[in-house]
């Protein structure tokens, strides 16, 4: 996120200057970078405080000489200054002065066309609609891209989803009438809605029928009729129900609970009807395209909380600016595994708008240092790949090859190659650099896996993988657009595998060669790569082909 850019925006859209191309800049920005979204409501809110603290930021406008107030006469650069220094007065305990969520009025919501007088305090933002019809009282168009206002929001027909900048996201099915009080609480008085909350927003809350439904980071719909009664399901997780007198109501995955005058009871309704995702919305709106890119956002968002993930890297969110690849894994080291952008320019990946690393000069590559040692481990990459003019071309290669480290390429042939050794290299005996290739090999197990690619399949992508357990025979098996493929070739193949360790590496070149004039950089793309330490089995490696091909 390019913090800078993201101020100019913000600041354009609150004073009200704001060009069209601008404004699908910052919607852009903030329907695809949570932090984005943060910072707008942030900066959103500093706005609203400061113009509302008084004569501090306006002068009184004199009727025969209407005057900009002091706040919007000041240059963008003090006023990022300002709400800059605000943020870090905030930051201390006097934080608790201000209250983020203050209710704010009946607004109906709908494009936030700040103006000095009326402060912008935008709560979340349509992201995805299908066939929707929305009515507004106030007449303003309201579709995808629209930042919403506290405030009334009528879907008359169709299907849309929601995002609030809290993190949690709703899909509506018309007709429904909601109302938006603030980025964390929603109130349905009818109509249908599934909402979905991560960790990060948990707490988010709907109140219907005078009850209050607190997610506790979950999955569940509602359905409100115009008798006042409501039901709830919920799908995954848990949800709290709190009713007028404070009561608590605990719903797991699979209970349904009835609402009606303030007061939830269980229920075991299963005739609730269907609640559409966002699958169904972009499906509905005929973009196939789209639809596969949002079902694999699904499935990698699901992934990621695989504990035996070593690592994951999905690659959304990099601009040309991203220096940094972030880890997405959530068990493990976090951050620590960030791998570092060298050279690699960012380029389109499998769809259009999903972000790839484009490999083309012989200095890009992207760094990691991962720790550890593994007695199995799985291997998986997207890959474009474009030429493969080397002998052996870098998929994952660690630095050198000592003992127990691995490495992951491509040959000239276009076979898929996993080699690891118990010794590495050898030291280099008296005279030479470094030892001969003949004994390097000599303990050298190494997998060539039969030829799939050629010049006519430039440009396509594949997913490619290898799956490696010290404890099984064979112990080492590579897959292909999730089909295993047999072996072309190979040494010691039958022989028993180190700890397998990667310490320092690379994707998509090598740092330390063993010799120093190899050249092993990719020509190509990847727009995903993951390490398991495990072994995924026939059916995962297929599973993660069919939810992510292009």
Not at 493 to 507: E, F, T
């Amino acid at each position: 996120m390019d913090n800078h850019r993201l101020n100019e925006l913000t600041l354009a859209h609150l004073d009200g200057c704001i060009s069209d191309s601008e404004f699908a800049e910052l919607q852009q920005l903030l329907e695809s970078d949570a932090d984005a979204r943060t910072r707008y409501v942030e900066m959103a809110r500093l706005d609203s405080e400061l113009r509302e603290s008084g004569g501090a930021f306006d002068e009184p406008a004199s009727e025969k000489s209407p005057q900009l107030s002091t706040w919007s006469r000041m240059p963008r650069v003090a006023q990022t200054l300002v709400i800059a220094a605000t943020v870090l007065i905030l930051l201390v305990p006097t934080w608790m002065m201000v209250r983020p969520d203050r209710p704010v009025g009946n607004q109906v919501g709908g494009t936030t066309n700040a103006t000095p007088s009326k402060p912008v305090r935008s709560v979340a933002v349509i992201s995805a609609e299908a066939d929707a019809v929305w009515t507004a009282e106030d007449g303003k168009r309201i579709g995808k891209g629209t930042a919403l206002e506290p405030g009334m929001l009528n879907l008359a027909e169709g299907l849309a989803q929601i995002d609030f900048f809290s993190g949690a996201s709703m899909t509506l099915s018309g007709p429904t009438v909601i109302e938006l009080r603030s980025r964390n609480l929603a109130v349905l008085h009818r109509g249908r809605v599934r909402a979905n909350v991560p960790p990060a927003a948990r707490g988010f809350e709907i109140q219907t029928a005078d009850v209050r439904l607190e997610d506790l980071g979950t999955s569940f719909g509602i359905v409100a009729g115009d008798n006042g009664q409501s039901d709830v399901v919920v799908f995954d997780g848990e949800v709290r129900a709190v009713d007028r007198e404070a009561d608590e109501l605990s719903l797991l995955a699979g209970d349904t609970a009835h609402l009606v005058e303030g007061e939830a009871t269980m229920s075991s309704s299963q005739e609730l009807g269907e609640f559409p995702d966002i699958l169904a919305i972009i499906e509905r709106s005929g973009d196939l395209v789209q639809s596969r890119y949002a079902r694999w956002k699904a499935a990698a968002t699901d992934r990621r909380s695989d504990p035996r993930l070593i690592a994951y890297y999905d690659f959304e969110n990099l601009t040309d600016t991203s220096r940094r690849l972030a880890n997405r894994a959530v068990a493990g080291s976090g951050s620590e595994l960030d791998g570092g952008i060298v050279g690699a320019r960012v380029a389109d990946g499998r769809w259009p708008g999903k972000p790839a690393l484009d490999f083309r000069g012989e200095g890009d590559r992207v760094r990691f240092n991962i720790p550890g040692e593994f007695d199995a481990m799985t291997l998986y990459a997207w890959v474009r790949i474009d030429a493969l003019d080397r002998d052996l071309n870098s998929l994952f290669l660690t630095d050198h090859f000592d003992p127990g480290e691995i490495h992951w390429q491509l040959s000239v042939h276009g076979s898929l190659h996993f080699a690891t050794s118990p010794i590495g290299v050898p030291p280099a005996p008296a005279g030479f650099e470094v030892a001969p290739n003949e004994q390097i090999q000599a303990e050298n197990r190494r997998f060539w896996s039969e030829n799939f690619w050629d010049a006519s399949q430039s440009g396509h992508w594949f997913l490619l993988a290898t799956t490696v357990d010290r404890a099984k025979q064979p112990s080492v098996v590579h897959y292909i657009n999730g089909q295993p493929v047999g072996f072309n070739g190979g040494s010691n193949m039958d022989r028993p595998l180190p700890k397998l360790r990667i310490g320092y590496a690379d994707l998509g070149n090598w740092t330390d060669p063993i010799w120093a004039k190899a050249i092993r950089s990719l020509n190509g793309r990847i727009d995903e790569f993951a390490i398991y330490s495990a072994a995924l089995d026939a059916d995962e490696i297929r599973t993660i082909y069919m939810q992510g091909r292009p």
